[in-house]
């Protein structure tokens, strides 16, 4: 298809030298996640506590969970996933030399040009965007209005999880509120094309999320998985769920007790599958500082984290994370 970057071709002789020795993709079980109704925190006081509870543990426990009754307007989720079948429905040659309406052709991103084994390889696209809303205000009905919308409803609840998890770890309950804005997160819509070893390509190879945390709306293909202990498991998509995981930062902030679980896609030989993420983030001069201490991972700022991870992959080839961020250990 015109329309579908050029995956196949362009890592051809990656797929041409595997052998059946790397397949990487044995049967994994599907997990029950945490699933958490959030219609709970506008009740009374004990269910509150319980819901809030529930989040803080699973946060702990699994660092993903799946939220129900979460306010997001289920029409919202119907009219952002037309935008995003237009939006991947460009030409390939539009998508990467014009991007898509007015956000920069930068946005656009498919496989992996540092790649140099098919470990390192994510058979998938994506547009990664600011989701601050740019002047002159969308008109209503617009696709750029039909995405601003759905990112202010998915950065609401964002906050509203934030606060619980602040008040839990003894911050500021308006922590997040003060560090990040609608100009500092990101959405992130993806697609996996059909791919023709989806034994031996991953659809996005394993990472944790550069992010505060992360809120994902999944369609009903599946490929999810996390990791819990030494297992990889599969998240099962539950219609107009969303899936919450925690990122880095929120891992450094809280001194590990709440944790930035690997994750990763498997790619589907027959259909492609959309999936989309908001990321929680700070602006860039934001110092993230444990509020436990001995604190494991040092302070850093933000945007000193991205540049290390944007180092790490072009240098490595894969990202290397909060591991970078060790407090040295002391010589006595
Ligand atoms: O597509 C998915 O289910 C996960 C996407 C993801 O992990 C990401 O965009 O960071
Ligand atoms: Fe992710």
């Given at each position: 298809?015109?329309?579908?970057?050029?995956?196949?071709?362009?890592?051809?002789?990656?797929l041409?030298?595997?052998?059946s020795s790397?397949?990487?993709v044995?049967?994994?079980?599907?997990?029950?996640?945490?699933?958490?109704?959030?219609?709970?925190?506008s009740?009374?006081?004990?269910?509150?506590?319980?819901?809030?509870?529930?989040?803080?543990?699973?946060?702990?426990?699994?660092?993903?969970f799946?939220?129900?009754?979460?306010?997001?307007?289920?029409?919202?989720?119907?009219?952002?996933?037309?935008?995003?079948?237009?939006a991947?429905?460009?030409?390939?040659?539009s998508?990467?030399?014009?991007?898509?309406?007015?956000?920069?052709?930068?946005?656009?991103?498919?496989?992996?040009?540092?790649?140099?084994?098919?470990?390192?390889?994510?058979?998938?696209e994506?547009?990664?965007?600011?989701t601050?809303?740019?002047?002159?205000?969308?008109?209503?009905?617009?696709?750029?209005?039909t995405?601003?919308e759905?990112?202010?409803?998915?950065?609401?609840?964002?906050?509203?999880?934030?606060?619980?998890?602040?008040?839990?770890?003894?911050?500021?309950?308006?922590?997040?509120?003060?560090?990040?804005?609608?100009?500092?997160?990101?959405?992130?819509?993806?697609r996996?094309?059909?791919?023709?070893?989806?034994?031996?390509?991953?659809g996005?190879?394993?990472?944790?999320?550069s992010?505060?945390?992360?809120?994902?709306?999944?369609?009903?293909?599946?490929?999810?998985?996390?990791?819990?202990?030494?297992?990889?498991?599969?998240?099962?998509?539950?219609?107009?769920?969303?899936?919450?995981?925690?990122?880095?930062?929120?891992?450094?902030?809280?001194?590990?007790?709440?944790?930035?679980v690997?994750?990763?896609?498997?790619?589907?030989?027959e259909?492609?599958?959309?999936?989309?993420?908001?990321?929680?983030?700070?602006?860039?001069?934001?110092?993230?500082e444990?509020?436990?201490?001995?604190?494991?991972?040092?302070?850093?700022?933000?945007?000193?984290?991205?540049?290390?991870?944007?180092?790490?992959?072009?240098?490595?080839?894969?990202?290397?994370?909060?591991?970078?961020?060790?407090?040295?250990?002391?010589?006595?």
């Amino acid at each position: 298809m015109d329309f579908d970057p050029p995956l196949a071709s362009t890592y051809r002789s990656l797929l041409e030298g595997m052998d059946s020795s790397e397949d990487h993709v044995a049967e994994v079980e599907e997990c029950e996640l945490p699933l958490i109704d959030l219609a709970r925190l506008s009740g009374g006081a004990a269910a509150r506590e319980r819901c809030m509870r529930e989040i803080a543990v699973a946060s702990s426990e699994w660092g993903f969970f799946q939220v129900v009754n979460h306010g997001v307007p289920a029409e919202r989720f119907d009219r952002i996933r037309s935008v995003q079948l237009e939006a991947f429905r460009q030409p390939f040659e539009s998508k990467v030399n014009e991007g898509f309406l007015d956000y920069s052709s930068e946005s656009y991103r498919w496989g992996n040009p540092s790649a140099t084994s098919l470990q390192q390889l994510s058979w998938s696209e994506a547009y990664h965007i600011s989701t601050i809303p740019s002047p002159p205000p969308a008109s209503p009905g617009t696709l750029r209005c039909t995405i601003e919308e759905y990112a202010s409803s998915v950065s609401e609840l964002a906050q509203k999880l934030g606060e619980i998890l602040a008040e839990h770890l003894g911050c500021r309950r308006s922590y997040f509120e003060e560090v990040c804005s609608s100009s500092t997160s990101y959405l992130r819509l993806n697609r996996y094309p059909p791919c023709p070893a989806p034994s031996r390509v991953l659809g996005m190879i394993a990472h944790t999320d550069s992010a505060f945390l992360t809120i994902l709306h999944q369609d009903k293909v599946g490929g999810l998985q996390l990791r819990k202990g030494e297992r990889w498991v599969a998240v099962k998509p539950i219609p107009h769920s969303l899936v919450v995981n925690i990122g880095d930062l929120l891992e450094a902030l809280s001194n590990v007790e709440f944790r930035s679980v690997e994750h990763r896609v498997m790619a589907n030989r027959e259909v492609e599958r959309f999936s989309m993420a908001f990321f929680l983030c700070p602006s860039h001069d934001t110092v993230i500082e444990s509020v436990r201490k001995p604190s494991v991972y040092r302070p850093f700022s933000f945007g000193e984290f991205q540049h290390q991870v944007q180092d790490d992959v072009r240098t490595e080839g894969y990202k290397v994370g909060l591991s970078r961020f060790l407090v040295a250990p002391r010589c006595t």
